[in-house]
């Protein structure tokens, strides 16, 4: 019988406790009516995720990625012990499969079309008493009665990329009648688990598997990925898997599932130039942005081909909404606000931004793209501050591969600004707040990490000296 490491059993303990209290975190509905409370109970899961991952850190490698990935599917596992609770997003996404397996473009109509009458339901469109919650938004009946629907914005067409939709069409046809969000919270564990198994896999033989751990164990999984289903996780795993093939040097291959992920989220363009670090060529750069494009591109072709209305959906409309051109509508910006005029703040953050992609692109190691990626990513986010947390789950795969676990705190951070949300607290103060800590961690943990480095460096070069000093001595003994 095989036994098992103290430390591993330690770290087990760890996560049964993570898990337990992830769960009762899904289970809590407080987003509305007591986003404090709610804030308190996501401060719990960091801490003790945070506390797993440092208990794993010593645990045997081979115990170490068999507890990861069992761990990782029982903690996102928890995101299916309730019904969506901090998004309403994964409601379009079962609206818009159910009006393609209709044979309708799902571009063509906002759900409160008229022409979509006929695919509506009591769970999607709701009326009477049910329509009282605050999250319903009230939409004309059929007869022009008072009506409404679980969806946010259902008189504006959907903004998913087609790789999206094809995954939101799969998911209702592998769904049986009436079960409803379940699908999509299933497909959320799914895709979860494989980016746990690509981490382990590239980890196991590029670094750490342990690191897999920032990522298997992560709160945002749970919550984001499967509870809430949001579909970025599926372009979190073809990004993923396409990083792991350009670090094998299989660019084309990478480069076309990196396309899919673009496809998939457009938030993953940002991993491109991780892709490209360190290349040297024009065509070794043309071997990841070619196939990246023409992935892109054939995804869209068959929705441009079926569809009367822009398969770019809502997409101007959501920018102009979420203000990245108003930076007080939002509090876009927060860091940079502090420092400069909100007329600044957008050119400062393309600036940085471009900056650091520079860095990447000439100074990047094309062994670890991820690493590159991680740093246009997390620059990204600390200094555009997005609200929705969900955006996050990129990053904390990213963190996983390349082991920098500060850049986490920037996850925290966006968690911490959208939960408070609905409760009293000063938006700008808190996304100022939040983000602020998060670079504070990133820089000192930045600070210490090269100073380690210096330390070792300057020891591995006296130790080097000694032993010159050794060997002249050595010969001298021997020459007298």
Request: hydrophobic share 50%; net charge positive; glycine share 10%.
């Amino acid at each position: 019988m095989p036994v098992i490491n103290p430390r591993t059993l330690a770290a087990g303990g760890l996560l049964a406790a993570l898990t337990a209290v992830v769960a009762l975190t899904v289970r809590k509905d407080g987003y509305v009516s007591d986003p404090v409370g709610l804030a308190w109970w996501y401060a719990a899961c960091w801490a003790l995720f945070a506390v797993a991952v440092f208990a794993v850190r010593k645990v045997p490698a081979r115990q170490a990625a068999v507890l990861i990935a069992a761990g990782g599917v029982a903690v996102a596992a928890t995101g299916l012990l309730a019904p969506p609770r901090t998004s309403t997003d994964s409601f379009r996404y079962a609206w818009d499969g159910r009006v393609q397996a209709a044979g309708i473009s799902p571009y063509d109509h906002p759900p409160a079309a008229p022409e979509l009458v006929k695919l509506r339901d009591d769970w999607l469109f709701p009326a009477g008493d049910a329509c009282g919650l605050p999250e319903r938004v009230r939409i004309p009946g059929p007869k022009g009665e008072p009506h409404c629907t679980r969806m946010n914005r259902p008189q504006v067409h959907t903004i998913y990329p087609p790789v999206a939709e094809g995954y939101f069409l799969l998911v209702h046809g592998l769904s049986p009648d009436g079960s409803r969000h379940k699908g999509l919270q299933i497909g959320g564990v799914a895709l979860s688990a494989g980016v746990t198994a690509v981490l382990l896999l590239v980890l196991r033989r590029r670094g750490d598997p342990r690191l897999a751990a920032l990522w298997a164990w992560c709160p945002i999984v749970p919550i984001e990925a499967v509870n809430n289903a949001h579909v970025d996780v599926l372009g979190v795993l073809l990004a993923v898997a396409g990083l792991a093939l350009v670090a094998q040097r299989r660019r084309g291959a990478g480069g076309a599932l990196l396309g899919a992920a673009v496809a998939a989220k457009l938030m993953p363009a940002v991993v491109l130039p991780g892709a490209l670090a360190g290349v040297r060529r024009v065509r070794d750069a043309a071997a990841v942005l070619g196939p990246a494009a023409a992935v892109t591109a054939f995804a869209y072709l068959p929705y441009l081909l079926v569809s009367n209305s822009s398969v770019l959906g809502y997409l101007g409309g959501y920018t102009e909404e979420e203000g990245y051109d108003d930076p007080s509508a939002r509090q876009r910006y927060a860091l940079l606000r502090l420092v400069l005029p909100d007329d600044w703040a957008l050119p400062a953050l393309v600036a940085g931004v471009l900056a650091v992609v520079a860095h990447v692109l000439l100074r990047g190691d094309p062994e670890r793209p991820w690493s590159g990626a991680l740093a246009v990513t997390g620059a990204a986010f600390l200094l555009a501050t997005p609200g929705y947390s969900w955006y996050a789950l990129l990053l904390a795969a990213l963190v996983a591969l390349d082991g920098r676990w500060e850049w986490l705190a920037v996850a925290a951070a966006g968690a911490a600004k959208y939960v408070t949300g609905n409760s009293d607290a000063d938006a700008q103060v808190m996304s100022a707040t939040a983000y602020g800590v998060a670079a504070g961690i990133v820089l000192a943990a930045g600070v210490a990490r090269r100073a380690g480095r210096a330390r070792r460096q300057a020891r591995a070069g006296g130790a080097a000296g000694d032993g010159e000093r050794a060997e002249l001595s050595s010969a001298g003994s021997t020459a007298r």
